[in-house]
T-cell receptor, first 111, second 114 residues
Framework: GEQVEQRPPHLSVREGDSAFITCTYT??????FFWYKQEPGASLQLLMK?????EINEGQGFTVLLNKKDKRLSLNLTAAHPGDSAAYFC??????????FGTGTTVSVSP | EAAVTQSPRNKVAVTGGKVTLSCNQT?????MYWYRQDTGHGLRLIHY???????EKGDIPDGYKASRPSQENFSLILELATPSQTSVYFC?????????????FGSGTRLTVL
């Protein structure tokens, strides 16, 4: 079936550095993506929705890039701070039925 | 914001026992979902529902049943629990937008099967 591969599984950065997470997907017709943040022991919180028509999306402290040619979605935490320490999941609609999630990236930001 | 409530938060069960995980949403969303989360696998879809009385199989339905008696409630049932079903389970409801659906998740249920 359709898959979403997410890399890296773990990421450790210092406060103020950038943290870069990438997801690659297989369905060229995918059109709608999500990034979720999950703090330790907590549920998944929606970080951003991404339309396939918009290649660059900026949020508070992060940027999401969509490269449709390479079928790659990325999340860049700019100037990371300890509050960004969490697991991050990408997800996308492929085949139309339900969200397919990446395997997650655990980000650790040290002071 | 969507309110999805799961119960219990934690559950310990014995192998062969019956386990019911409950989910309630107060947002009148038609669609509801059950996922399990395991290290290295992300979230995997077990069952979902389009509305009261409907249940559909997801990607990993074996060993699970689902029940949607009302718009608000969606249960996941393990008739004969096994240790391989030890996991964290998330329920979600879906808000249909113009282009696609956005999922809102409950707080999760940590299930341990001994």
């Amino acid at each position: 079936g359709e898959q979403v591969e997410q890399r890296p599984p773990h990421l450790s950065v210092r406060e103020g550095d950038s943290a870069f997470i990438t997801c690659t997907y297989t369905d060229p017709n995918s059109y709608y993506f999500f990034w979720y943040k999950q703090e330790p022991g907590a549920s998944l919180q929606l970080l951003m929705k991404v339309f396939s028509s918009t290649e660059i999306n900026e949020g508070q402290g992060f940027t999401v890039l969509l490269n449709k040619k390479d079928k790659r979605l990325s999340l860049n935490l700019t100037a990371a701070h300890p509050g960004d320490s969490a697991a991050y999941f990408c997800a996308g609609y492929q085949g139309g039925r339900a969200l397919i999630f990446g395997t997650g990236t655990t980000v650790s930001v040290s002071p | 914001e969507a309110a999805v409530t799961q119960s219990p938060r934690n559950k310990v069960a014995v192998t062969g026992g019956k386990v019911t995980l409950s989910c309630n949403q107060t947002n009148n969303h038609n669609n509801m979902y059950w996922y399990r989360q395991d290290t290295g696998h992300g979230l995997r879809l077990i069952h979902y529902s389009y509305g009261a009385g409907s249940t559909e199989k997801g990607d990993i339905p074996d060993g699970y049943k689902a029940s949607r008696p009302s718009q608000e409630n969606f249960s996941l049932i393990l008739e004969l629990a096994t240790p391989s079903q030890t996991s964290v389970y998330f329920c979600a409801s879906g808000e249909q937008g113009a282009l696609a659906e956005t999922l809102y998740f409950g707080s999760g249920t940590r299930l341990t099967v001994l």
